[in-house]
């Protein structure tokens, strides 16, 4: 957009330059007054005499009249563009404000969602450890009551083994 603005206003200051004037024409010159141009001649050294200065350049009222309206306009393409870019910077500020919102919210449910899932995660940690120590006791009660089992076998045998060799 900004080079877009340049290129107008270079075409244009382009075009207004090469623009033929109305020096040409004797009648427009002879109605115009002549303007003389402002600048200052230096200051002369004590030595020098007037007759050195430098003649003083004299412009037509229409030719200034066209430098001025160009410069006019270069000024308010200048001020156009400038509101432009402005604006353009303000909007990227509220699409900034408006990202920042939205990444903090995003933000913000990811993190509840992180705080459930590792609620729950805990919650199956524990009913499994709970599951896998229940399982432990089982096998524990089953080997006590199979080597008790066996125990009782053999204590049965030996005591037969009393009482018929006794």
Do not use: H
Not at 5 to 14: G, T
Not at 42 to 68: H, K
């Amino acid at each position: 957009m900004l080079m877009r603005s340049l290129a107008v206003l270079f075409f244009a200051v382009a075009f207004a330059l090469a623009a033929p004037s109305k020096a040409g024409d004797a009648q427009s010159n002879a109605a115009n007054t002549q303007v003389a141009n402002t600048q200052a001649a230096p200051a002369q050294p004590a030595g020098e005499s007037p007759a050195a200065e430098a003649p003083v350049e004299t412009v037509p009222v229409d030719v200034m009249q066209e430098e001025l309206a160009i410069r006019d306009s270069v000024m308010q393409l200048r001020d156009s563009l400038c509101t432009v870019e402005k604006d353009s910077l303000r909007k990227s500020v509220v699409v900034e404000e408006a990202k920042c919102a939205n990444w903090e919210q995003s933000y913000q449910v990811m993190k509840q969602n992180n705080e459930v899932c590792a609620k729950a995660l805990g919650i199956a940690i524990e009913a499994s450890e709970k599951d896998k120590d229940r399982a432990d006791e089982e096998r524990r009660k089953a080997a006590v009551m199979s080597s008790s089992s066996f125990m009782g076998g053999l204590l049965v045998g030996a005591l037969l083994f009393w009482l018929i060799f006794d």
